[in-house]
């Protein structure tokens, strides 16, 4: 099962090492981890996507939240929040096929970043997890020459 860890730390070298350092030593893979400065520029804001067990989770969490430069840190399940990842796709364009394309990603909010001397695309999509695996999916009849993918940013929303 996907969990999203979302903590925030002190903004001193090492602390992401240390902290990625930290699922890799006790075995767990990481499906993604992002980082970025706050508004506070001290504190950096980590978001992890991680699989394991629900038990296995609470674990992990505890055990990140005892460790130095850890300001705060929490799972993201059962809790308000904003979550986006970026999906960049180079997808074949025939001629013949480009209005049909185009009308997609005009009805699927996704921008057309280029278009390539090869006959490809480029398009962008933002949203949700699941967003970015249905148009994924949906782009496949056309022929995926290149994907790259981030993993999700999160915020928990203002209440």
């Given at each position: 099962?996907?969990?999203?860890?979302?903590?925030?730390?002190?903004?001193?070298?090492?602390?992401?090492?240390r902290i990625s350092g930290f699922f890799t030593r006790r075995g767990y893979n990481l499906e993604s981890f992002t980082t970025?400065?706050?508004?506070?520029?001290?504190?950096?804001?980590?978001?992890?996507?991680?699989?394991?067990?629900?038990?296995?989770?609470?674990?992990?969490?505890?055990?990140?939240?005892?460790?130095?430069?850890?300001?705060?840190?929490?799972?993201?399940?059962?809790?308000?929040?904003?979550?986006?990842?970026?999906?960049?796709?180079?997808?074949?364009?025939?001629?013949?096929?480009?209005?049909?394309?185009?009308?997609?990603?005009?009805?699927?909010?996704?921008?057309?970043?280029?278009?390539?001397?090869?006959?490809?695309?480029?398009?962008?999509?933002?949203?949700?997890?699941?967003?970015?695996?249905?148009?994924?999916?949906?782009?496949?009849?056309?022929?995926?020459?290149?994907?790259?993918?981030?993993?999700?940013?999160?915020?928990?929303?203002?209440?």
């Open positions: 099962m996907e969990h999203i860890i979302v903590a925030k730390v002190e903004n001193k070298p090492g602390v992401v090492s970025s400065t706050t508004e506070t520029p001290e504190i950096y804001h980590l978001t992890f996507k991680v699989k394991c067990e629900p038990d296995d989770i609470t674990l992990l969490v505890n055990q990140l939240g005892r460790l130095e430069d850890v300001i705060e840190v929490y799972e993201t399940s059962g809790i308000s929040t904003v979550t986006r990842e970026i999906m960049i796709i180079k997808i074949k364009c025939p001629p013949e096929k480009n209005i049909e394309i185009v009308q997609i990603c005009q009805m699927l909010d996704i921008k057309i970043l280029g278009r390539g001397d090869d006959g490809s695309v480029t398009i962008e999509v933002v949203g949700s997890g699941q967003k970015l695996d249905d148009i994924k999916k949906q782009l496949e009849v056309y022929g995926i020459k290149k994907i790259v993918r981030s993993g999700p940013i999160c915020v928990d929303k203002m209440t």
